[in-house]
């Protein structure tokens, strides 16, 4: 259908950080097999969700433009749902988690273009267009549910994550790829499901994006509304799964008020969840969101958000008191007595900004090798610099073009040739040039004359650390791209023979009956392809208005598949129900 990426504006003022995940969405490459389990898990959802889904989803599936009978394509989705404010693209699986914020947080639906096989018809740990598409999409069109989406996307991409957090999220994705690709043995899943389950169960502290993460999965994947005793369903992974959309609704499932501690309730992929958390409405939603905001980094900034950005070993920002913001690497720190930062340290490129946008001459092909600045109280000066006025800065010395030498209260003196100050948009200055530049803690020299000009960071404490960069345009590639790539084996010709007799069916229900035709497909399952239930499900169907004995015979032939197949017996019995009903 497509090989370019359809768009809508939300799509084009996307940074390039994040257009790089996109793909096209390729819609001649869904089988006939694949159309049929999006109309059988659409069919089956639609039939018992309308029943205990929050209200907002059917009404969101005709807003949304989701077909219940056809995998939905990326520009029809796109066509709809900008009329609600939002966009879609098609990724490549799991995306790294701060970018899937991001991308909500400018309103853009993120939606794995793959689509489950029919042996994992109930559940996939990968994400697929079934959950993504079904389950996301069409509680969007709830106004509140959106702005809580986009909200959270915008917290999240902020959220600093830790090294194990790197490690799980390659696991997870590695295994998600696995479990859905045919050319996979049972080794290979054993294998990276041990990887996953040794992550899991390493005792290692939540790190702020495992914390929104949890809260994430709590709500906008596993979420119910209303009362404990009488919850409804709105978190899409839930919406999207044939099983437990109904495990859910038992009391074999605990359910619990939804509140800040879900942030710390791990969950496991692999497995149905033990208990659901229930907010009373969508506001609610945001009000624990906010709360738990209140407790990051990027609100209380400090020496535990620095730590929290050199643990990650990814770019992160930190922001000063005066408005001045690093981004890069950060590897190092010292603090007082009393906890407080009073230097530090980033690796690699380094870009300084205020209030999001670069300054001018000070990207990261200005500082190649890292920045590094004391910041603090001067000794023996009740005045900070960032409050001197012109007459405070003659008075102290702060001359441009002259030598100066000052020592903070920390004990970092700084010796050299001030050579110019930048300032904000109010006239404060927030960053100040030395050259012939020497700066030393105690016995250890942290600067010298050799490394070339100091940029001192003018600012006596840290209010602000996050994950990403304060101006997204001074990297280049802010997040990786995963190595590991979801995978497509060629077919063998039982496959294709397969497929051929779905196509074939579709385009009968697409047009007149056809005895001579249905009889031949039924006798190529019966020969070739036996174990194949959903595909004699649709026969059934097809055959119940025009042809009673056929259809008795191929009942007779899916009973049989119940008995000799029961892990797939209940899936039957519910295609059944739905063709009865």
Known sequence: MDKQIETNPLIDRLPPHLKQFIKPQNYDDYSPINQAVWRYVMRKNVSYLSRVAHNSYLKGLDMTGISIDTIPSMYGMNRILKNIGWAAVAVDGFIPPNAFMEFQAYKVLVIASDIRQLENIEYTPAPDIIHEAAGHAPIIANPDYAEYLRR????????????HDNDMYEAVRSLSILKEATSSTPEDIKKAEALVNELQNKKV??????????LHWWTVEYGLIGTVEQPKIYGAGLLSSIGESKWCMTDEVEKRQYSIDAADIEFDITKPQPQLFVTPDFAYLMEVLEEFSGTMALRKGGFRGLQKLI?????GSIELNTGLQISGVFTEMITDEDNNVVFFKTEGPTALANREKELIGHGTEANPNGFSSPIGKLKGISLAIEDMRPRDLKAYNFYDGKRISIEYESGITIEGLNVTGIRNVFGKLILIEFEDCTVKYKDKLLFSPDQGTFKLAVGSSII???????????????????????????KSKTKLELESLYKSVSDIRQSTYDTKAINNVFSTILDNHKNDWLLSLELYELTTKHDKNLSQTILNHLEDLKTKRPEVAHLIANGLELITN
């Open 152 to 163: 959270f996307g915008e917290i999240g991409a902020k959220a600093i994550l830790s090294a």
């Open 205 to 214: 502290p939540l790190s702020e994006i495992a914390k929104i993460r949890n």
């Open 311 to 315: 643990d990650s070993k990814k770019i």
């Open 464 to 490: 602000s650390a996050f994950a990403g960069a304060a101006d997204y345009r001074s990297f280049d590639n802010l997040y990786h791209i995963s190595e590991t790539r979801t995978v497509q084996k060629p």
